[in-house]
């Protein structure tokens, strides 16, 4: 798989046999964004057991594909499908991050919003985007959207919080059906 290290040892080497004055801005500057993701290799090697990364494009490392499949919880068997496109101010500005599955979810809405407050620029919690998260964070709070933060108490999708709620009225209190 092509890298940006590899990109960036063979910009280097035409670098060196160039003259500094002679190389154009654009071989001689590396944006901040495509350096933080040379550490992509990591992530793919800290990820949970339940999520796979895909990369359409090796050459653009600043958008990949996760999929999230759950091996526990309400949504085990299911296979969930994320777009995480880094944007050129990152790591100032938190990842645009969009479900691609259609899913019946109360922190997703059936366009592919998500509602994760670490993916929240400015955050009333305090738990929002800040420069020292990183993809790793990212993935492994997609991961948990499954599990442990399902939230129902502050949905973003009303109606699926509701129809969870309903039914779980009905099953705890089955002579109420």
């Known amino acids: ?4 290290a590899n990109k960036l040892k063979r910009d280097s080497g035409v670098r060196g046999s160039r003259t500094s004055s002679a190389a154009p ?5 590396v944006s901040i964004r495509d350096r933080l993701l040379v550490k992509v290799a990591e992530l793919e090697a800290n990820l949970p057991c339940t999520c796979k990364l895909n990369f359409p494009d090796p050459n653009m490392l600043h958008y990949f594909q996760l999929t999230v499949s759950p091996d526990e919880s309400y949504y085990q068997g299911g296979k969930f499908q994320f777009e995480v496109e880094v944007p050129d101010a990152y790591n100032m500005v938190p990842p ?3 479900c691609l599955t259609r899913i019946w979810h109360p922190n997703i809405t ?3 919003e998500i509602c994760l407050s ?4 400015h ?12 993809l790793k964070d990212v993935v492994w709070g997609l991961n948990s959207l499954f599990t442990d933060l399902l939230n129902f108490d502050d949905p973003l999708n ?6 969870h709620l309903r039914d ?3 099953n705890s209190f089955p002579y109420l059906s």
């Open 1 to 4: 798989m092509l890298t940006l």
């Open 168 to 170: 779980k009225v009905k």
């Open 123 to 134: 955050s009333i919690d305090g738990t929002g985007w800040a420069p020292t998260r990183t």
């Open 158 to 163: 009303i109606e699926a919080a509701e129809h």
């Open 118 to 121: 670490l993916l929240r620029e």
């Open 96 to 98: 645009k991050v969009k």
């Open 110 to 112: 059936e366009t592919g």
């Open 25 to 29: 801005d654009s071989v001689r500057r």
